[in-house]
């Protein structure tokens, strides 16, 4: 059974960075095409960035592109986050998903990943 545990969060000041790990277990990560998330309170959950699984592509929502950076490690069975330039309204639940379809797409929806991990806090203080 696959299992991500998200790690790294916590509380930041605005215009700080932080970054995220995602540990995976229970799988090979270099079969799956990986993402990253985040739920702020009464908001859906709103795609980041996602990795294919050879780490040759990369995908980024346009709010955070040129400002967070997603990277894998396979060899550790890690997936990262690096959030640099962080906004208050960045201050969310932040979750890494896997998505085990291999498909040559990096998908920005929710549904398309089959597995989560419980999420890590980010907090950014003005």
């Known amino acids: 059974q696959v299992q991500l545990e998200e790690s790294g969060g916590g509380l930041v000041q605005a215009g700080g960075s932080s970054r995220l790990s995602c540990a995976f277990s229970g799988g090979t990560v270099s079969t799956y095409n990986m993402g990253w998330f985040r739920q702020a309170p009464g908001k859906a959950r709103e795609f980041l960035a996602a990795?294919?699984?050879?780490?040759?592509?990369?995908s980024y929502a346009d709010s955070v592109k040129g400002r967070f950076m997603i990277s894998r490690d396979n060899a550790k069975n890690t997936v990262s986050l690096q959030m640099n330039s962080l906004k208050p309204e960045d201050t969310a639940v932040y979750y890494c998903a896997a998505d085990e379809s291999r498909s040559l797409m990096l998908f920005i929806t929710p549904n398309d990943y089959h597995y989560w991990g419980q999420g890590t806090q980010v907090t950014v203080s003005s």
């Open positions: 990795v294919h699984w050879d780490g040759g592509r990369t």
